[in-house]
């Protein structure tokens, strides 16, 4: 999905976001806004919104000197929902369909989020969504490709969400290929944040070779392309891992919530809904 | 009031939004966008709002030829508030206070925007202000200075809230001048859009001399300039001309509705308050 018009504003809400939640100082954040604002009209018409939040974020460390401005909250959000996890498993394993139950949690730790709307409290969203309606359910689907499938090529998307994730990879009693960022970019899942989860018990973790937050294939290491073509079934986590793949012609299945009303408009739903979609 | 950063998203939503209005396509709104880009980080720290307001659409006109892209909008409004013109007149005739009456009615037709918030609709907007408590009500002090002031600086807002505006001045029974823009911007009114409304008939007509959609004191003609510092009372309308003037140590009354967050925070009010504050 290439940057709507509407994404525009959002590049410079989103690093104004990030800005006060560092506690920047306004004269600092002046000199992000304007470098992101300069930096825009360099990147061609047709760029995914992965491809330019990517420079936002890339700005703001540069101009903090912080590597991984998203270091604390990472580890705070999967703390926290590694302090869910024996209630969650504990619900899974009284749910009459362990799968689709697993599905929702996978779905419902995805609301944690610091790029497309941080506003999120997970309890709440965890309960919402738990009893919440899909938009587009393609579970049918899904569970015959899985009942195929080989092997699974798992994309992350947040760090705390990992964990959420883990659950659902449990559930699915295949070899799975967990992918996450090369480099820290908001508060998106790297392979730090993979085994803080402890993903490594359940999956093998490989890295997309590239730091966008949602992977953009051209950009990506020829490991993980390779990983992605052959793959018999790709399970996408998250708006920005939609943005970036949403064109390619593969096995995928979305797994997101809407948060904005640009993706929302893309897939054709309401804002807020939840999704389980084949490519 | 300076522009606080959070003005910086809303340049290029408001940008957005004019093009889409336009009907303009793709490919000329992100021009236009990329173009609002370049523009903002060669503004100094510390401009005000209508500083920054102006060059983003000044660019809209450039890249459209439109000189007035609002036209038929602004003679739209003042059509609509012309129509309801008697209508309120009798409203007027039959209150308590028909000073109060005419004040609340001049900042009901400070909705009209199509700058910070063009989701009005004005006849429902109407009701509520003519209802809504004031968050800051200097009437008092208002009355006061108006008894002792020989004649009154009238600036005005937006084209089509000029009518509700030559209410409030029939009501004051002072010789009034009242400022519009130099040149079209947003739908600010102008000379065109004043003698529309029938301002003519009940005060003078000058221009700012300049054409930010709020005046800038620095920016304005010598004319301008002399009538703002004799002036004995002057009346600011909208939000525009609050961020241009609220730092200038004159005997001003604001009129308005904090239409957007970072204007009411400035102010100290709750968004969509109405206001009569003295400076």
Known sequence: MRAYLDCYPCFFTQALRTSKMLNLDEKKTWEILNEVSLVIPEIPFGATPPEIGRKVYQIISKRTGLEDPFKEIKE??????????????????SSEDRLMTAIRLSIAGNVIDFGANA??????????ILSQGFAIN??????????????????????GETVFDRLLIEELNKPVIYVV???????????????DSGIDRVAQIISSGYDAPGNILKFCS????NAFNSAPLIISKGQGNYEGLSDEDRP???????KCQVVARDIGVERGSIILMKK
């Open 119 to 128: 506003d999120f409290d997970l309890k709440r969203d965890l309960e919402t």
């Open 181 to 195: 960022r090369e480099n820290p970019i908001i508060n998106d899942a790297t392979r730090e944040d993979a085994l």
């Open 252 to 258: 995928i299945f979305f797994l997101l919530k809407a």
């Open 138 to 159: 393609h579970y049918p689907q899904f569970c015959k490709a899985l009942a195929k499938a080989q092997n699974i090529l798992y994309i992350a998307d947040n760090a």
């Open 76 to 93: 705070k959000c999967t703390r926290q929902a590694l302090s869910l996890f024996p209630e969650l498993k504990k619900l899974i394993n």
């Open 222 to 225: 020829e490991d993980f392309f």
